[in-house]
């Protein structure tokens, strides 16, 4: 657009010309162009410069029959009418200069009797102009009619300025400013009512004229903005001129076109402008469709072809161009369809970018044109060489021959051979290819912000296509790279041939044969639609430097890789060929799971075994395959594992390999053959030798001696479809035979530890027991494994579950664990003696660490560990050997564990249980234990100074033998005065031994002297230990304690003792007497019954009723004969204290006595036994 | 009459390719099984919806695709429309078929079950006929969501039959 | 004339692309068809300016170029129809028509059970019967 005459990029303003009084021009033509629309101002100093104005004299004979014109349009027409032809002339004079000397009234009168001449035979309106110093300055009316009638103007057109103030200055100026808006108006509309008479009246020669007068028309149209008539007008011309170019003659057809399109162009733009600034987008884009409908085909001969290319891409460039100026947005609120239904405006029509790739698309057209044209036409008509002189003519868009000879100067006409030559001289100075680039480039960003990649990707790829074409490799090959990730992301492979056949030759003009090697490969294995047509090798440059897809070039190309990887080079490539020293080193490639390579080769490996044991032997299957379409026979196939022991090497024996070559572990296979699609399945024997880690890293195969191509391994499991050909319609192999191992088989195995040749052993002996100190001996075997920097974990867990071994309360209010791991001691096997260990790293109650000595193999250790319960629970011990086999520090890392467990449970060793006892038949009475209600009284009552029994029994609950060293209580410290408490019978030797869930008794006498609603009687005191051999030492005993519970001791006002024979004979009486003995102070009365027994008739009262003095005793006998023998129940006697209201009824306990049928005879040493019945 | 002919051929064939699958395939992987059958039911799901969407709009939302397996995509498959549709709309859908046509023939017979009981094995029992059952059900599964997934929309789709022949389908859409 | 039908699967991968002409433009038409799913993608993701035709299969014409026009179909299953065609006047409704029986072709195609779902359409059979179609419409439209 740039390119563009001012003239016509921008609408044209209305000139007005003013002549004489040039000191106020600046201020009069600033005012002018300062209106709305502006004005422009001719401005002539004085009346000598009028005949500028003066149309150039044409020395045409108006009787000569009109002659056909000879061009349509002439180039400086609408700059004449813009800058040359004002609407109309004023004239300025000063007042002084007209109304005071003669002489200089004479003058003006011829100046403007001049004026007058120069304005005539055109329409340009006059207007005079008399300048006054000041308002008040009367001029004479006289003369300004005298000057009217001389400039032959009506009065209106007359205009004095009042110079000096500055109101009427401005007021006079508006008033001329009117005027002159006035008079233009009706200049532009006479002339182009004058032109419009013409066309109207179908008065002109040629269609040339038509166009002319059409032009004009809308020219005039434009300077009044009268826009639809313009427009109106510009449309008839652009129509009659379409149809010109078929019938018109006077030009040889090239020119002709020539020029139409020429003039095409400019009525276009004015269209569009006009249209686009009146915001009228729609349109403008329908226009446009038409104006390039319409001339789309209007290509002209071959050879200038080019011509209309270049043509075709400017119309596409400058509506590109406008639209963007416009700054138009897709109007949102018109329908889908702009337009009509049928021809429907799309939104990339609304886009710049949309001109200036397509403009872009033409450009390189025009190229191709181009190419083609100076390739045939300099072998043709070489000789006829360029002529000289060739300029543009004073019509747009025709060209002429400039012929001077001596002075004289003549145009001359070219033919169009020399138009043509001429043209092809004139582009052939020009490159393309960075302007195309520039479209390109700008169409490519604009796409890009509006998100469209595809659109962008191929404005991308036109721009690598011309840096390709302009020899630019590094930059082509740079885009072309950019643009085929996205072919290949979506699988265009027939756009990838082509941009990968570019990126083919750059890598070959740049010399990077691994680039070069890797783009072939890949080009080789695409897949290609089946359907796309055979290519026919002419249009090359449409195709690219590949060439069409086709199975056939892809096994040309693979071949060609094959021929220069083995050094035989074919002749069209020792052209620009590789530097042989290149091909002597081998080309790595590499191929991993995103590499687009990965259709080249993929190898998939599998191990036949989910995990195995070290060393030991294992199959692992390796399958290969490629997409090339021709066989690739592999040399060698090393395959990589992370532990580099594992690697091997396949090689195929059809190679004769150097010896030096082979590795000691490579395997000869036949052949290492891929054929096209197919998997090669190779199955291999690998012996890890590390634990851990197994993973297959890569597969090299050496292809053609020089080219090593790496593929990361795959794992068939998590195989992921091949790029491009997954979507081909074609059945899809496994990489195994094995179907599981094709879908679950990993590269990846887990090689597990070797069995570790070291035992431990824990010894348990049975459950442990509370309190003790548990030793539990560990021992290491070491059977064949040397134990390095040993050690042992211990720890403690809870049975049952829920981790530490004490309660989330408990933890808070003590440190104690119910279970805790005291120590560990160590047995070292030379000295034979028990030592503590002193690199015990670390003990916790329930977890500890112990280092553990070097052992050969063959050794042993062992150490016991002490545990303590404090409470029953069932244990867990877990302990585990973690060593290592050597005593490296690499090797340290790898460990071997052994690990053991143990439950063990604790239990309590004895329980103990204790019993108050009463004197034998002797009963106080005890207040507290008659008024309290029954149940919740847990406390024992005891009678004041009198002798308590205290019998306490200590049962063994476990499954051993224990010894009881010591029973004891131990009464508390403030205690010991106020009671006393004596131990009847004890252990008599050191200790007793009691059997599995054998009770031993102790019987102590309890004389309390205080009374005491609640006296701690003490603790008893158990110490024992188990009864083994071993442990004879004291120091095994375990202390045991456990409290007597609080008991109430009072005073008893009333004791009853039951006196009776401690045995009886049936049949013989006996008496049987009960004492009740007042120990107050007062007179007791007491009710007193017997109730009466089958086993015995007695004499007395059933009922009585007594006094007690104080501190006596009253006794009341009964005679009794027992009727039965056996133990048998006395007569039940219940003693009733009035006062206390209490009921004293003694145990049935102590109312027994045993009958002898007759007089018994045993030994005096017998009668001990009589306590023990009373107990049980 | 031949419609009949028709429909007992296809439910004839649903049960052979479950008995196919299960008892002889894949006897001993009934995961495996019930993976194959459901692929075969997305691959016809996927094809039916390619030609019962022809003639008719994209959809704009998942709703309205479930809409279209509920009301006319089932009308062609069963004759019959979803009974009943919920949505906790969050993605999931329950649809659920009153009278679902490929269960109508199945049945659990109470008396085989409660000679059964005498002897031990009678929960087991129980539970290989509801396995049998679930069996059936996941081609119908995988057809919904071979439809669904064709739609653009990625699910998980389970069925439940609590009360034969009422059968619900719950999808989830997969976000 | 249709020079160039093609269907593109819901990755934007090409399922089936087979050009008509005689010259030797096939690489010129991929681009084409290519471009014109950037259209689609639009189209399709900013359907507030599609208000009266919401949601339709036919998409109408996507764009011109050069001397083609293209015209879009986008099913409810997501494959994309593009046919690119050098009349200069083309009906809407035509090219509805063409669609219609193209999408009946395809679905004919794709129900085969040997066809596995989003591979390329191999069917010697669909072929035939585009040929036909890309036929008759070329004469329904000259005529």
Same mark, same amino acid.
């Given at each position: 657009?740039?390119?563009?005459?001012?003239?016509?990029?921008?609408?044209?303003?209305?000139?007005?010309?003013?002549?004489?009084?040039?000191?106020?021009?600046?201020?009069?033509?600033?005012?002018?162009?300062?209106?709305?629309?502006?004005?422009?101002?001719?401005?002539?100093?004085?009346?000598?410069?009028?005949?500028?104005?003066?149309?150039?004299?044409?020395?045409?004979?108006?009787?000569?029959?009109?002659?056909?014109?000879?061009?349509?349009?002439?180039?400086?027409?609408?700059?004449?009418?813009?800058?040359?032809?004002?609407?109309?002339?004023?004239?300025?004079?000063?007042?002084?200069?007209?109304?005071?000397?003669?002489?200089?009234?004479?003058?003006?009168?011829?100046?403007?009797?001049?004026?007058?001449?120069?304005?005539?035979?055109?329409?340009?309106?006059?207007?005079?102009?008399?300048?006054?110093?000041?308002?008040?300055?009367?001029?004479?009316?006289?003369?300004?009619?005298?000057?009217?009638?001389?400039?032959?103007?009506?009065?209106?057109?007359?205009?004095?300025?009042?110079?000096?103030?500055?109101?009427?200055?401005?007021?006079?100026?508006?008033?001329?400013?009117?005027?002159?808006?006035?008079?233009?108006?009706?200049?532009?509309?006479?002339?182009?009512?004058?032109?419009?008479?013409?066309?109207?009246?179908?008065?002109?020669?040629?269609?040339?004229?038509?166009?002319?007068?059409?032009?004009?028309?809308?020219?005039?149209?434009?300077?009044?903005?009268?826009?639809?008539?313009?427009?109106?007008?510009?449309?008839?011309?652009?129509?009659?001129?379409?149809?010109?170019?078929?019938?018109?003659?006077?030009?040889?057809?090239?020119?002709?076109?020539?020029?139409?399109?020429?003039?095409?162009?400019?009525?276009?733009?004015?269209?569009?402008?006009?249209?686009?600034?009146?915001?009228?987008?729609?349109?403008?884009?329908?226009?446009?469709?038409?104006?390039?409908?319409?001339?789309?085909?209007?290509?002209?001969?071959?050879?200038?072809?080019?011509?209309?290319?270049?043509?075709?891409?400017?119309?596409?460039?400058?509506?590109?161009?406008?639209?963007?100026?416009?700054?138009?947005?897709?109007?949102?609120?018109?329908?889908?369809?702009?337009?009509?239904?049928?021809?429907?405006?799309?939104?990339?029509?609304?886009?710049?970018?949309?001109?200036?790739?397509?403009?872009?698309?033409?450009?390189?057209?025009?190229?191709?044109?181009?190419?083609?044209?100076?390739?045939?036409?300099?072998?043709?008509?070489?000789?006829?060489?360029?002529?000289?002189?060739?300029?543009?003519?004073?019509?747009?868009?025709?060209?002429?021959?400039?012929?001077?000879?001596?002075?004289?100067?003549?145009?001359?006409?070219?033919?169009?051979?020399?138009?043509?030559?001429?043209?092809?001289?004139?582009?052939?100075?020009?490159?393309?290819?960075?302007?195309?680039?520039?479209?390109?480039?700008?169409?490519?960003?604009?796409?890009?912000?509006?998100?469209?990649?595809?659109?962008?990707?191929?404005?991308?790829?036109?721009?690598?296509?011309?840096?390709?074409?302009?020899?630019?490799?590094?930059?082509?090959?740079?885009?072309?790279?950019?643009?085929?990730?996205?072919?290949?992301?979506?699988?265009?492979?027939?756009?990838?041939?082509?941009?990968?056949?570019?990126?083919?030759? *750059?890598?070959?003009?740049?010399?990077?044969?691994?680039?070069?090697?890797?783009?072939?490969?890949?080009?080789?294995?695409?897949?290609?639609?089946?359907?796309?047509?055979?290519?026919?090798?002419?249009?090359?440059?449409?195709?690219?430097?590949?060439?069409?897809?086709?199975?056939?070039?892809?096994?040309?190309?693979?071949?060609?890789?094959?021929?220069?990887?083995?050094?035989?080079?074919?002749?069209?490539?020792?052209?620009?060929?590789?530097?042989?020293?290149?091909?002597?080193?081998?080309?790595?490639?590499?191929?991993?799971?995103?590499?687009?390579?990965?259709?080249?080769?993929?190898?998939?490996?599998?191990?036949?075994?989910?995990?195995?044991?070290?060393?030991?032997?294992?199959?692992?299957?390796?399958?290969?395959?490629?997409?090339?379409?021709?066989?690739?026979?592999?040399?060698?196939?090393?395959?990589?594992?992370?532990?580099?022991?594992?690697?091997?090497?396949?090689?195929?024996?059809?190679?004769?390999?150097?010896?030096?070559?082979?590795?000691?572990?490579?395997?000869?296979?036949?052949?290492?053959?891929?054929?096209?699609?197919?998997?090669?399945?190779?199955?291999?024997?690998?012996?890890?030798?590390?634990?851990?880690?197994?993973?297959?890293?890569?597969?090299?195969?050496?292809?053609?001696?020089?080219?090593?191509? *790496?593929?990361?391994?795959?794992?068939?499991?998590?195989?992921?479809?091949?790029?491009?050909?997954?979507?081909?319609?074609?059945?899809?192999?496994?990489?195994?035979?094995?179907?599981?191992?094709?879908?679950?088989?990993?590269?990846?195995?887990?090689?597990?530890?070797?069995?570790?040749?070291?035992?431990?052993?824990?010894?348990?002996?049975?459950?442990?027991?509370?309190?003790?100190?548990?030793?539990?001996?560990?021992?290491?075997?070491?059977?064949?494994?040397?134990?390095?920097?040993?050690?042992?974990?211990?720890?403690?867990?809870?049975?049952?579950?829920?981790?530490?071994?004490?309660?989330?309360?408990?933890?808070?209010?003590?440190?104690?664990?119910?279970?805790?791991?005291?120590?560990?001691?160590?047995?070292?096997?030379?000295?034979?003696?028990?030592?503590?260990?002193?690199?015990?790293?670390?003990?916790?109650?329930?977890?500890?660490?112990?280092?553990?000595?070097?052992?050969?193999?063959?050794?042993?250790?062992?150490?016991?560990?002490?545990?303590?319960?404090?409470?029953?629970?069932?244990?867990?011990?877990?302990?585990?050997?973690?060593?290592?086999?050597?005593?490296?520090?690499?090797?340290?890392?790898?460990?071997?564990?052994?690990?053991?467990?143990?439950?063990?449970?604790?239990?309590?060793?004895?329980?103990?249980?204790?019993?108050?006892?009463?004197?034998?038949?002797?009963?106080?009475?005890?207040?507290?234990?008659?008024?309290?209600?029954?149940?919740?009284?847990?406390?024992?009552?005891?009678?004041?100074?009198?002798?308590?029994?205290?019998?306490?029994?200590?049962?063994?609950?476990?499954?051993?033998?224990?010894?009881?060293?010591?029973?004891?209580?131990?009464?508390?410290?403030?205690?010991?005065?106020?009671?006393?408490?004596?131990?009847?019978?004890?252990?008599?030797?050191?200790?007793?031994?009691?059997?599995?869930?054998?009770?031993?008794?102790?019987?102590?006498?309890?004389?309390?002297?205080?009374?005491?609603?609640?006296?701690?009687?003490?603790?008893?005191?158990?110490?024992?230990?188990?009864?083994?051999?071993?442990?004879?030492?004291?120091?095994?005993?375990?202390?045991?304690?456990?409290?007597?519970?609080?008991?109430?001791?009072?005073?008893?006002?009333?004791?009853?003792?039951?006196?009776?024979?401690?045995?009886?004979?049936?049949?013989?009486?006996?008496?049987?007497?009960?004492?009740?003995?007042?120990?107050?102070?007062?007179?007791?009365?007491?009710?007193?019954?017997?109730?009466?027994?089958?086993?015995?008739?007695?004499?007395?009262?059933?009922?009585?009723?007594?006094?007690?003095?104080?501190?006596?005793?009253?006794?009341?006998?009964?005679?009794?004969?027992?009727?039965?023998?056996?133990?048998?129940?006395?007569?039940?006697?219940?003693?009733?204290?009035?006062?206390?209201?209490?009921?004293?009824?003694?145990?049935?306990?102590?109312?027994?006595?045993?009958?002898?049928?007759?007089?018994?005879?045993?030994?005096?040493?017998?009668?001990?036994?009589?306590?023990?019945?009373?107990?049980? | 009459?031949?419609?009949?002919?028709?429909?007992?051929?296809?439910?004839?064939?649903?049960?052979?390719?479950?008995?196919?699958?299960?008892?002889?395939?894949?006897?001993?992987?009934?995961?495996?099984?019930?993976?194959?059958?459901?692929?075969?039911?997305?691959?016809?799901?996927?094809?039916?919806?390619?030609?019962?969407?022809?003639?008719?709009?994209?959809?704009?939302?998942?709703?309205?695709?479930?809409?279209?397996?509920?009301?006319?995509?089932?009308?062609?498959?069963?004759?019959?429309?979803?009974?009943?549709?919920?949505?906790?709309?969050?993605?999931?859908?329950?649809?659920?078929?009153?009278?679902?046509?490929?269960?109508?023939?199945?049945?659990?017979?109470?008396?085989?079950?409660?000679?059964?009981?005498?002897?031990?094995?009678?929960?087991?029992?129980?539970?290989?006929?509801?396995?049998?059952?679930?069996?059936?059900?996941?081609?119908?599964?995988?057809?919904?969501?071979?439809?669904?997934?064709?739609?653009?929309?990625?699910?998980?789709?389970?069925?439940?039959?609590?009360?034969?022949?009422?059968?619900?389908?719950?999808?989830?859409?997969?976000? | 004339?249709?020079?160039?039908?093609?269907?593109?699967?819901?990755?934007?991968?090409?399922?089936?692309?087979?050009?008509?002409?005689?010259?030797?433009?096939?690489?010129?038409?991929?681009?084409?068809?290519?471009?014109?799913?950037?259209?689609?993608?639009?189209?399709?993701?900013?359907?507030?300016?599609?208000?009266?035709?919401?949601?339709?299969?036919?998409?109408?014409?996507?764009?011109?170029?050069?001397?083609?026009?293209?015209?879009?179909?986008?099913?409810?299953?997501?494959?994309?129809?593009?046919?690119?065609?050098?009349?200069?006047?083309?009906?809407?409704?035509?090219?509805?028509?063409?669609?219609?029986?193209?999408?009946?072709?395809?679905?004919?195609?794709?129900?085969?059970?040997?066809?596995?779902?989003?591979?390329?359409?191999?069917?010697?059979?669909?072929?035939?019967?585009?040929?036909?179609?890309?036929?008759?419409?070329?004469?329904?439209?000259?005529?």
């Amino acid at each position: 657009m740039e390119d563009y005459p001012e003239e016509l990029r921008t609408p044209p303003l209305t000139l007005v010309s003013i002549v004489g009084c040039s000191e106020l021009h600046p201020s009069i033509s600033a005012a002018l162009s300062s209106q709305q629309p502006p004005m422009n101002t001719l401005a002539l100093p004085d009346f000598s410069k009028a005949s500028i104005l003066a149309r150039s004299a044409k020395t045409r004979d108006p009787l000569a029959p009109p002659q056909a014109p000879a061009g349509i349009l002439k180039k400086d027409w609408l700059l004449k009418h813009r800058t040359r032809v004002p609407a109309a002339v004023a004239a300025m004079f000063r007042a002084d200069q007209v109304s005071g000397d003669p002489a200089q009234w004479l003058q003006a009168c011829s100046d403007l009797e001049n004026l007058k001449s120069v304005i005539q035979g055109r329409n340009t309106k006059l207007v005079v102009i008399l300048v006054q110093a000041q308002a008040g300055d009367e001029l004479s009316e006289d003369v300004t009619v005298a000057l009217r009638k001389r400039a032959e103007i009506d009065s209106k057109h007359l205009v004095v300025l009042v110079e000096r103030d500055e109101s009427e200055w401005t007021k006079s100026l508006n008033k001329l400013k009117s005027i002159f808006t006035e008079l233009c108006s009706t200049y532009y509309k006479d002339e182009g009512r004058r032109i419009k008479a013409r066309i109207e009246k179908r008065n002109f020669s040629s269609v040339e004229l038509s166009i002319r007068y059409c032009f004009k028309v809308a020219v005039y149209a434009e300077f009044r903005r009268d826009w639809p008539e313009a427009l109106k007008f510009y449309e008839e011309g652009i129509r009659v001129l379409r149809e010109m170019i078929g019938t018109s003659t006077r030009l040889p057809p090239t020119q002709r076109l020539v020029e139409v399109k020429a003039i095409a162009e400019q009525i276009h733009f004015k269209i569009s402008t006009l249209l686009l600034h009146a915001g009228k987008v729609v349109e403008a884009i329908t226009w446009f469709r038409k104006h390039i409908r319409s001339y789309e085909r209007v290509v002209g001969s071959p050879e200038v072809a080019f011509l209309h290319w270049e043509w075709f891409s400017r119309q596409f460039l400058v509506f590109g161009e406008l639209i963007e100026t416009t700054s138009t947005t897709v109007p949102d609120t018109l329908s889908p369809r702009f337009g009509t239904a049928d021809n429907a405006l799309t939104e990339w029509e609304f886009q710049p970018a949309y001109y200036y790739q397509l403009a872009a698309n033409y450009l390189r057209e025009k190229r191709y044109a181009l190419e083609f044209s100076s390739s045939s036409v300099n072998i043709t008509d070489g000789v006829n060489g360029i002529p000289e002189s060739v300029m543009p003519s004073v019509y747009v868009g025709q060209y002429v021959r400039l012929f001077e000879q001596g002075d004289t100067v003549a145009v001359l006409p070219l033919s169009d051979t020399e138009y043509t030559s001429y043209a092809l001289s004139e582009a052939e100075r020009f490159q393309d290819s960075y302007e195309i680039i520039a479209l390109f480039r700008k169409a490519y960003e604009s796409f890009q912000s509006l998100g469209a990649m595809r659109m962008a990707s191929a404005c991308s790829g036109g721009m690598a296509i011309e840096y390709y074409a302009a020899g630019d490799f590094s930059n082509a090959k740079q885009l072309f790279d950019g643009v085929a990730g996205l072919y290949r992301q979506e699988g265009w492979a027939t756009l990838l041939w082509e941009n990968l056949g570019y990126l083919r030759e *750059c890598a070959r003009k740049l010399n990077s044969l691994k680039d070069f090697i890797s783009y072939s490969l890949e080009m080789a294995a695409l897949p290609l639609f089946s359907g796309s047509g055979q290519g026919n090798s002419e249009n090359k440059s449409k195709n690219g430097p590949a060439g069409s897809p086709t199975i056939s070039s892809r096994e040309n190309i693979h071949q060609e890789v094959v021929n220069i990887l083995e050094g035989k080079h074919a002749p069209e490539i020792t052209d620009d060929g590789f530097n042989l020293h290149l091909v002597e080193e081998s080309t790595h490639l590499d191929i991993d799971q995103i590499s687009p390579l990965r259709i080249v080769l993929v190898a998939c490996v599998a191990f036949h075994d989910q995990s195995v044991k070290p060393s030991s032997p294992m199959l692992v299957s390796v399958s290969l395959q490629s997409h090339l379409p021709s066989p690739v026979t592999i040399d060698k196939l090393e395959v990589q594992f992370n532990q580099s022991d594992c690697n091997f090497v396949i090689v195929s024996s059809q190679e004769d390999y150097s010896t030096s070559n082979v590795h000691d572990g490579a395997v000869q296979v036949t052949s290492l053959t891929l054929f096209t699609d197919k998997w090669m399945r190779l199955t291999h024997e690998v012996k890890p030798g590390q634990s851990g880690k197994l993973e297959c890293l890569a597969v090299k195969a050496t292809i053609s001696k020089h080219l090593v191509v *790496c593929c990361q391994a795959e794992s068939p499991a998590s195989m992921e479809d091949f790029p491009l050909w997954k979507f081909e319609d074609q059945l899809e192999t496994l990489p195994t035979k094995d179907t599981v191992l094709a879908f679950s088989g990993q590269k990846l195995i887990q090689v597990e530890e070797p069995d570790a040749q070291v035992d431990v052993v824990l010894n348990c002996t049975g459950p442990a027991l509370v309190g003790e100190l548990f030793t539990l001996p560990v021992a290491i075997f070491s059977k064949g494994h040397a134990v390095h920097s040993g050690e042992l974990k211990i720890n403690l867990v809870d049975a049952k579950g829920g981790g530490l071994l004490m309660s989330p309360r408990e933890a808070e209010e003590s440190e104690s664990h119910h279970v805790e791991l005291l120590g560990v001691s160590a047995l070292t096997t030379e000295k034979g003696s028990k030592e503590e260990v002193d690199n015990i790293k670390k003990i916790q109650q329930s977890f500890g660490v112990v280092s553990v000595p070097t052992l050969c193999a063959g050794d042993s250790w062992s150490c016991k560990l002490e545990i303590k319960w404090h409470q029953a629970k069932s244990v867990m011990l877990y302990v585990s050997l973690g060593y290592s086999l050597e005593s490296i520090e690499e090797a340290a890392l790898h460990r071997l564990n052994v690990h053991r467990s143990l439950q063990i449970e604790g239990k309590i060793p004895m329980t103990v249980g204790h019993q108050f006892l009463r004197p034998f038949r002797r009963e106080p009475l005890l207040l507290s234990k008659i008024r309290s209600s029954s149940g919740d009284d847990k406390k024992s009552s005891l009678a004041l100074n009198d002798s308590n029994m205290l019998i306490v029994s200590a049962r063994n609950c476990t499954e051993v033998p224990l010894r009881l060293h010591k029973m004891a209580i131990e009464p508390d410290v403030d205690g010991k005065q106020l009671c006393s408490v004596q131990q009847i019978s004890g252990i008599s030797n050191e200790y007793a031994v009691l059997a599995p869930s054998e009770e031993y008794k102790g019987i102590f006498s309890v004389n309390p002297q205080i009374i005491s609603s609640n006296f701690r009687l003490g603790e008893i005191c158990l110490s024992w230990s188990r009864d083994s051999s071993l442990g004879q030492s004291q120091d095994n005993c375990v202390i045991m304690k456990e409290r007597l519970p609080e008991v109430h001791i009072e005073e008893s006002p009333l004791v009853v003792t039951m006196e009776c024979p401690p045995y009886v004979i049936l049949g013989i009486p006996f008496t049987f007497h009960v004492k009740i003995y007042n120990s107050t102070s007062l007179l007791q009365e007491i009710k007193y019954s017997l109730v009466d027994s089958q086993n015995f008739v007695f004499s007395g009262a059933h009922n009585h009723a007594a006094f007690i003095l104080p501190k006596t005793e009253h006794i009341v006998s009964h005679k009794l004969v027992p009727l039965g023998s056996g133990s048998q129940q006395l007569p039940r006697i219940t003693v009733t204290s009035v006062r206390y209201s209490a009921a004293l009824t003694p145990p049935s306990s102590a109312a027994t006595v045993f009958v002898y049928p007759s007089e018994p005879k045993f030994s005096s040493e017998k009668g001990y036994s009589a306590p023990d019945a009373c107990i049980s | 009459m031949g419609r009949e002919v028709a429909e007992s051929c296809v439910d004839g064939v649903v049960m052979e390719m479950v008995a196919a699958y299960c008892g002889r395939f894949y006897a001993s992987k009934p995961e495996l099984a019930a993976r194959r059958i459901e692929a075969i039911g997305f691959q016809v799901g996927h094809q039916l919806t390619e030609r019962y969407t022809m003639e008719r709009p994209r959809f704009s939302d998942h709703l309205e695709a479930i809409k279209f397996i509920c009301k006319d995509f089932w009308s062609e498959l069963f004759k019959k429309q979803i009974d009943n549709l919920k949505t906790n709309h969050r993605g999931t859908f329950v649809l659920q078929d009153n009278h679902f046509r490929w269960l109508t023939r199945v049945s659990i017979d109470p008396s085989v079950e409660s000679i059964d009981a005498n002897e031990n094995d009678s929960t087991s029992l129980g539970d290989s006929a509801a396995q049998t059952t679930s069996m059936l059900l996941y081609f119908p599964c995988g057809i919904i969501r071979g439809a669904l997934t064709n739609l653009g929309i990625a699910c998980s789709v389970t069925a439940d039959m609590s009360n034969l022949p009422a059968c619900s389908f719950v999808v989830r859409i997969k976000t | 004339m249709v020079v160039c039908v093609a269907v593109v699967g819901h990755q934007n991968n090409p399922l089936y692309l087979q050009s008509f002409t005689e010259a030797d433009d096939a690489l010129k038409l991929h681009h084409v068809v290519h471009c014109s799913l950037d259209v689609i993608d639009e189209r399709v993701n900013n359907p507030k300016r599609n208000s009266p035709a919401l949601n339709e299969t036919f998409l109408g014409l996507l764009y011109p170029t050069e001397n083609y026009k293209v015209y879009g179909y986008l099913t409810n299953t997501k494959a994309k129809f593009i046919m690119v065609t050098t009349d200069l006047d083309v009906k809407d409704a035509d090219a509805r028509n063409f669609f219609r029986k193209f999408h009946a072709a395809y679905v004919d195609a794709v129900s085969n059970p040997f066809h596995v779902p989003g591979k390329k359409i191999a069917s010697r059979s669909f072929s035939a019967r585009v040929s036909t179609i890309v036929r008759s419409f070329s004469s329904g439209t000259t005529a």
